[in-house]
């Protein structure tokens, strides 16, 4: 009898069917087949024209085909549902609720926007609404929202996220915000400013007139030294005095070891004092050009009478800070913007673009303002308005920002004004010769920059200067910022060995994406579940949605058909829906295999088992994933009526246990011929479904047109094809009746003239008939054409059709902003040229970001809504960008964040 059960139950004499899938883990299988049930059930809610199978499915998930490449008609519909029906209903149903929450805790009506949701940037919409379920531990629709989650819910899906990115927070985030904004001005406007040449950087040949003085220069190797090593330190500058310093630096170099001061192996206010004591060191050392080439002598001249000039507004800026340093309510003004209730600040519109004084010194140090000091007034009135609107119920406080006001008004008429009305009489006049260069280096070098409380051993995390044996100071030779070790995230109990670097300097070394940090804002009871979405998070973050791998958007498809199952207009069709006709579960039977029974599973309804051989292992009874179920058996498929007869006879004479799952099979069988889902080899109507609801509505795939887009389109009508012979006729504008785009992707309509040879656009025909009958001659070839080349960090398929998309969209909204929404100091026609020019050089998503933030800078304050400035404000949450669906996002946002109809 042993020997007759054991060659019963041999798994050999089992049927063999079909094996679903060779390629795809057991779990993945499940999964798939869980999506594919949920298509066919849904296929005309969905918008599905098509018969689907599994296997067609699961080919497409298996060749990740580049954005608008050879895409098949079911994932394309699928992901038209996702942005048009689905996230825009689950994301309106949260912001709902925040807005519900936030009016009962602040008495004040809120209302969120929503977030564009389209093709480009749904895949990172999904990304923020699963850090939202992150947080709220699958319960989006019960979890009693609290401070502390509101705050990061609303980050999630109104912000640029820099909150989750690791970006350094306080002062330490402004400094890190301002250098990456400098970098990306200059990246963009640089080609304003003069050519700069190794000549006009102070570099020196051996026939130079000028060097370091001696005793400063046995100062340089402090610059790599660690604060750890202050004996070492303060060794340099016991060599340093006995060289005979001038008196100013004898007088910093002994107070920088002074009893009181010096603090051994945390030396870092040491190594801060003699760094600036190196700095006007050099800085008076007059930088003299190699040659006397009078090109290179005017550029010099040019750029040092930028230096000058910005130097200058950054040591009035000082002045004043350091007049009202002493009063007891300086630092309460100063800092509020970095200390305020954000959600209070943002719904109550107490302020605006965040600035202070701590920002726009820390822009006028990174060059910012790219040599502009009509743009840093812009900001300083800015300013003024801020302070006195954030503090209007404290009288005291408004006086205060009046007086200061008032003496930077002042300062700045008296010593700024005349300096500029003298260098640009030396440009007007053609002195710009080596006299006038030295001039300026030695006028350079005579600007004192005051030291602000602000600045000057404070910490860069809490800004109060104190418990200096208890401070770091930053090894990287161009930042030495300071930190309290326990300021720090993580916290430090002793001084590292070694150098250390400060968490910005950190950052900005390290090139790629570090991943969503919002792990440790995750319930403790849903963290074994949440392992699976913080790496669905991570790899949105760092990889384009449509190159993840099959398994991956295979958990991720299945977690969006789990939450549309909660949508009105699913559930509104699954009352509708005959259950007969959907998967239904069969048993398991003796050894363990599962049975289901699926209608649609490919051509013919079917049988599919599981071979678990494990009677608690259910592949269907966990709703977000199978981790736990690796170990899965193979997926195998019955289909034809011979197939199935030899399992329903299988099961019959193997165990009577079996007798209930061959009935089972039998009845599924019986009810699928009612119902025209034939089992047998003949084609059935596969996969038609009773559902009334379709999606006829669903826009176009081309869904991507901005509000600037269409404002234009209004005005002009509908945008023509560009046609490169007769561009030159339709760029005169007058006679032009619709507008068009050229091939260099900007937008062209009667306002604005543009030339086809070298593509820059004009205001005034004046100004196009000169540039057609002089410059253009000499800087372009006529008839040259325009083209968009593949990215050169990184390229990959399917990016430069988004870049590309991306790049019009940004022109658009450069073209359709209204008279006075600029800034006077960026309005000139130069500007807007030489921003345009870099837009349609832009290869890469990084020059696509420094492009919009460049924009930002551009747009008058209030002309963009004020949750902008406070969510999407952050540099370094920008620069982190990485994929073209968060770019998209970003680019989508500011545009429906911009005021195009609001008069000047």
């Known amino acids: 009898m042993e020997i007759i059960k054991e060659s019963v139950f041999d798994t050999q004499s089992f049927p063999q069917g079909a094996l679903l899938s060779s390629t795809l883990s057991s779990h993945a299988v499940g999964t798939l087949l869980e999506v594919h049930d949920f298509l066919c059930c849904f296929k005309e809610v969905i918008g599905l024209d098509e018969q689907i199978t599994f296997e067609k499915l699961e080919q497409e998930l298996l060749r990740p085909y580049p954005y608008g490449v050879g895409k098949s008609s079911i994932l394309c519909s699928f992901e038209t549902f996702i942005h048009s029906k689905l996230l825009p209903e689950l994301v309106s149903k949260l912001l709902d609720r925040l807005a519900s929450v936030l009016n009962s805790k602040l008495g004040v009506k809120t209302e969120f926007n929503m977030l564009p949701i389209n093709e480009l940037t749904w895949p990172e919409v999904v990304r923020r609404y699963i850090m939202a379920y992150l947080l709220t531990g699958d319960r989006l629709g019960s979890v009693k929202i609290t401070d502390g989650n509101m705050i990061e819910l609303i980050h999630c899906l109104q912000s640029d996220c820099s909150v989750f990115c690791s970006s350094p927070t306080n002062v330490a985030g402004v400094d890190l915000d301002a250098q990456l904004l400098g970098k990306a001005v200059n990246n963009v406007f640089g080609k304003l400013r003069s050519v700069r040449s190794t000549l006009s950087m102070g570099v020196k040949g051996e026939d130079s007139d000028g060097s ?8 340089d190797p402090v610059h790599k030294l660690a604060t750890n090593v202050g004996s070492r330190i303060r060794n340099c500058v016991y060599e340093a005095l006995n060289q005979n310093p001038p008196e100013w630096a004898r007088m910093q170099l002994e107070a920088s070891i002074a009893k009181g001061f010096y603090k051994g192996n945390a030396c870092g206010p040491t190594k801060r004092a003699i760094l600036e004591v190196l700095k006007r060191a050099t800085s008076d050392v007059p930088q003299r050009p190699l040659s006397l080439d009078v090109n290179a002598t005017r550029s010099s001249c040019e750029l040092l009478m930028s230096k000058v000039i910005m130097t200058k507004c950054r040591s009035i800026l000082r002045n004043v800070a350091a007049t009202y340093d002493n009063e007891m309510d300086f630092s309460i003004l100063v800092r509020s913007s970095l200390k305020s209730d954000e959600i209070k600040v943002v719904f109550e519109s107490a302020s605006r673009r965040p600035l202070d004084l701590p920002m726009i010194d820390l822009r006028l140090l990174h060059d910012t303002y790219c040599g502009s000091p009509q743009a840093f007034l812009e900001d300083v009135s800015e300013l003024w308005i801020n302070l006195k609107k954030s503090h209007m119920n404290t009288p005291r406080l408004v006086k205060l920002v009046d007086d200061m006001s008032t003496d930077f008004t002042l300062k700045y008429e008296n010593e700024v004004s005349p300096l500029l009305s003298k260098l640009s009489g030396y440009s007007m ?3 710009l010769n080596a006299e006038v260069e030295k001039e300026l ?14 600045e000057a051993g404070v910490c860069k995390v809490c800004g109060v200067n104190q418990d200096d044996d208890k401070v770091l100071l930053c090894d990287t030779e161009w930042c030495n910022a300071e930190y309290h070790m326990y300021c720090l995230n993580p916290a430090l109990s002793e001084i590292p060995q070694g150098t250390w670097y400060c968490p910005a300097c950190k950052q900005l070394a390290d090139d790629q994406p570090k991943g969503i940090r919002i792990s440790q804002s995750v319930d403790k009871s849903f963290f074994e579940e949440a392992s699976l979405f913080l790496d669905i998070v991570t790899a949105l973050e760092e990889t384009e949605y449509w190159q993840l791998e099959a398994q991956k958007k295979i958990f991720l498809l299945k977690f969006l058909v789990d939450r549309s199952l909660e949508t009105s207009l699913i559930r509104m069709n699954l009352a509708e829906l005959q259950t007969k006709l959907a998967k239904k579960f069969l048993g398991v039977d003796s050894v363990g295999r599962i049975y289901w029974g699926f209608p649609y599973v490919s051509t013919n309804s079917g049988i599919v088992i599981n071979g678990a051989m494990n009677t608690e292992i259910d592949p269907f009874d966990h709703r977000t994933s199978h981790s736990e179920y690796n170990n899965f058996g193979q997926w195998y498929l019955f289909q034809s009526d011979e197939e199935i007869s030899k399992l329903v006879g299988y099961l019959s004479v193997t165990d009577p246990c079996n007798t209930e799952l061959r009935d089972s099979i039998l009845l599924w069988q019986n009810t699928m011929l ?16 009773v559902c009334s609801t379709s999606l006829n509505n669903l826009p176009s795939r081309n869904c991507l047109a901005t509000n600037a887009t269409m404002l234009i389109e209004a005005q002009y009508g509908s945008c023509k094809e560009s046609d490169a012979t007769n561009s030159a006729k339709k760029s005169r504008g007058k006679n032009m009746v619709k507008w068009h785009r050229c091939n260099c992707l900007e937008p062209v309509f009667p306002s604005r003239y543009h030339c086809v040879n070298c593509h820059e656009t004009f205001f005034t025909s004046v100004e196009f008939e000169h540039h057609k009958n002089s410059t253009c001659e000499i800087k372009c ?8 080349p593949e990215s050169s960090s990184k390229p990959l398929l399917g990016n430069t059709h988004i870049l590309r998309r991306l790049m019009m969209n940004l022109l658009d909204i450069e073209a359709a902003l209204p008279d006075g929404a600029r800034r006077s100091s960026m309005e000139s026609p130069k500007w807007r040229s030489a921003w345009c020019a870099f837009v349609k050089s832009a290869t890469t998503i990084c020059e696509i970001v420094e492009a919009t933030l460049a924009l930002e800078t ?9 949750t902008w400035w406070w969510y999407w404000s952050s540099i370094s949450g920008a620069a982190k960008t990485s994929t073209t669906a968060a770019l998209a996002l970003r680019v989508h946002t500011l545009d429906a964040a911009i005021r195009y109809l609001k008069n000047a």
């Open 212 to 219: 370091i003085p001696q005793w400063a220069k046995v100062l």
């Open 429 to 431: 006049n053609g002195e």
């Open 441 to 454: 280096e030695e006028l350079l070098a005579s600007i004192e920059i005051p030291a602000m409380s602000l």
């Open 674 to 689: 009612q119902n025209g889902q034939h089992t047998g080899g003949s084609k059935s109507m596969g996969g038609e479904t």
């Open 781 to 788: 070839e006529v008839g040259s054409s325009f083209t968009v």
């Open 858 to 866: 551009m747009i008058k304050t209030e002309y963009i809504n004020n």
